[in-house]
């Protein structure tokens, strides 16, 4: 290589950084929140949320002047529309956790508000990378940071839940790197456009490559908390803070299904001779069966979020399998609502949780005391199960509606199992979502604890009610938004 040619070279990544503005932003950002931990310690609550949201803005703005479609550090890095779509998605996930109602000693704590910002930096480069080394780093950055806030409660239950999904983390990276070092034997590379080239060439017909993608596949359903690889969901759930809880069920998620969609198109694995959407939809059902039966009988509400999540991951993955451009579509609106609906759900059980109400008995009679209180967890518990007039009803309709039109095309069997059995699971999921109206307004109460409702309380409940009903009554609004991407990523 002349000394020219290098010149240019380093030119071009140079001038390459600018898409990474957010990013860095995020970064400097970050390092002075430590900053201000060192001088102003466990005080000043405030003074950190205050400059952690205004960071956000930040990083917002940051966005909107480096979001160019295109290729760049070598094809290290690609910035597809949907990048443009989904982190601005993953800012105002990361404000509102910060606003959650439970979270003052956390918020006082630096190191907390740093740890929040690495799962969005690790989720904002994940879906950019195109070479799975670079993938494994940030998926590994969004990971261990997870590890580490999940014990943010400081007590027993929190570290054992921690060691736990520290473990089955270990697990599933030793098993993904196995199946990378693999791909990299067969392609020579760790570049998902040479992954792409062995499969278009036909060099994937022996079983080498099929066992280094399931081990691959490993690392994603873990980090989706897919069963069989949901182990650790529930514990981690209720043991963890609930801000924290929030956050992880939903910001790493999709930062993965937006990876995947991604490696998918690029490696061109639907030219493969190996049949991963049956494995999925085999998955997809077997976690909307777990992860439902198994909330029906759980006491904590928490532990039934967890389970919640693992029927949802099962729903979530059915836009993967669909894979055209209304498939993702529809899976990135299911993604939205379900966050807004998630963060509603787990904003309401920290209030529960500030004013002493532990268990889903404890609730009861609630909803007599606090109305309004009592129809906002209405309205979010059905929205949860889907039914209208609700946006999670809006989210599955296009979703179902989008695996019917696959399997008209494609007509495999398996396609019309995972048709039939979601629908099946929509039911199920009514008899524990509906579980804590029935004790607010069914069952008397046994205690004279009553629940604080301040103002930003409400306004926050009836905000995110707000958004849920207006993706059922005005769901082109969002729509009108998701079309203006281009979905062939």
């Not at 199946?179 to 079983?207: P, R, T």
């Not at 129809?375 to 609700?390: S, Y």
């Not at 409940?461 to 082109?476: E, P, W």
Request: aromatic share 14%; hydrophobic share 55%; charged share 10%.
């Amino acid at each position: 290589m002349s000394m020219s040619s290098l010149n240019e070279q380093i030119q071009a990544i140079i001038g390459d950084f600018g898409v990474l503005l957010p990013e860095a932003t995020l970064i400097v950002g970050s390092f002075i929140l430590i900053i201000l931990q060192l001088i102003f310690k466990d005080k000043a609550g405030a003074t950190k949320v205050t400059f952690s949201l205004f960071l956000l803005g930040l990083i917002s703005l940051a966005v909107s002047y480096s979001s160019v479609s295109g290729e760049y550090f070598g094809g290290l890095i690609s910035i597809t529309p949907v990048v443009g779509l989904a982190k601005p998605f993953f800012i105002v996930v990361t404000g509102f956790v910060l606003l959650f109602p439970k979270g003052e000693d956390l918020l006082k704590r630096g190191e907390y508000h740093f740890l929040l910002l690495m799962i969005l930096l690790g989720a904002m480069l994940l879906i950019q990378v195109n070479n799975l080394l670079l993938f494994y780093l940030t998926l590994e950055l969004i990971s261990i940071t997870s590890y580490i806030l999940i014990n943010f409660n400081f007590d027993r239950k929190g570290f054992e839940a921690g060691i736990k999904y520290l473990l089955f983390g270990a697990m599933a990276s030793g098993l993904m790197l196995y199946g990378m070092s693999l791909m990299y034997g067969l392609a020579g590379s760790l570049d998902l456009i040479a992954i792409g080239d062995l499969i278009s060439n036909g060099q994937s017909s022996g079983l080498w490559l099929p066992l280094a993608l399931m081990l691959f596949f490993i690392g994603i359903w873990f980090k989706l908390a897919l069963a069989p690889m949901h182990i650790w969901s529930p514990d981690a759930y209720e043991a963890g803070p609930t801000p924290v809880v929030a956050y992880i069920s939903i910001v790493p998620k999709v930062a993965v299904l937006i990876f995947f969609a991604q490696f998918v198109s690029t490696t061109q694995l639907n030219a493969i001779d190996f049949d991963w959407k049956m494995i999925f939809s085999g998955l997809a059902i077997v976690s909307m069966f777990v992860g439902n039966l198994s909330a029906l009988n759980q006491s904590n509400a928490k532990r039934m979020m967890a389970y919640s999540s693992i029927a949802h991951s099962g729903m979530l993955i059915i836009g993967l399998i669909v894979g055209d451009s209304f498939g993702l579509q529809a899976m990135l609106f299911y993604a939205i609502v379900y966050a807004v609906m998630n963060l509603g759900a787990f904003y309401l059980i920290d209030l529960f949780q500030k004013a002493g109400f532990e268990e889903i008995k404890d609730l009861a009679g609630l909803g007599r005391k606090s109305p309004w209180l009592g129809v906002f967890v209405v309205v979010i518990m059905i929205a949860l199960a889907g039914l209208p007039p609700t946006g999670g009803f809006t989210a599955k309709l296009l979703m179902f509606t989008a695996l019917w039109e696959y399997y008209q095309s494609e007509g495999y069997q398996y396609l019309i199992w995972l048709f039939g059995l979601g629908l099946l699971n929509t039911a199920i999921s009514l008899f524990f979502y509906l579980k804590i109206p029935y004790y607010m307004f069914v069952y008397p109460s046994e205690s004279e604890k009553n629940i604080k409702f301040s103002l930003k309380d409400g306004t926050i409940v009836a905000v995110v009610v707000f958004i849920v009903l207006l993706s059922f009554f005005k769901a082109d609004l969002l729509l009108n938004v998701l079309n203006q991407f281009n979905f062939a990523l």
